[in-house]
């Protein structure tokens, strides 16, 4: 019988990984090559020039950007970790995916994951487990897996 592999992505807006668990009592395993981390910035941050102004009939105006620079950057983040489970998940690399992440980044993830990705889903938990050490998510885990 072939045994089960299942895939814990851990995720916020700025870092990701993924972890594997082969089976009770096997504990957790970073998968190599899938964690993804980019610097947390502020949208004053990336926004260093003033704004565009605007003439109207009233005067002058500042114009503001139509999205955020530094929550499209997120989206950005998300979409990548999303891309990567889809080839993964073609390949076979899991049978099953839980997805931890905290709630803007989860919001994200189930609007870009493909379908092939989604039907690997099990469990969703709306937590920010990023800052956790390996060993301290099994307690978090409890009742969707024996780790």
Known sequence: ??????????ADGTQARVLEHTGPGK????????DWSIPPLQSQDIDTDR?????STVGRSAMEPKTDPAQHREAEFVRNIAGAL??????GAFD???VAAAPI????LRKVLSDHVRKAIVAELDKDL?????PQLAKHLDGIIAV
């Open 1 to 10: 019988m072939k045994k089960t592999t299942t895939w814990i992505l851990i």
């Open 27 to 34: 504990g957790l395993a970073n998968v190599k090559g899938l």
């Open 51 to 55: 704004p565009g102004r605007a003439h």
């Open 86 to 91: 889809d080839e993964k998940a073609k390949a």
């Open 96 to 98: 099953r995916l839980i």
């Open 105 to 108: 980044a989860l919001g994200q």
């Open 130 to 134: 990023t800052n956790l050490p390996t």
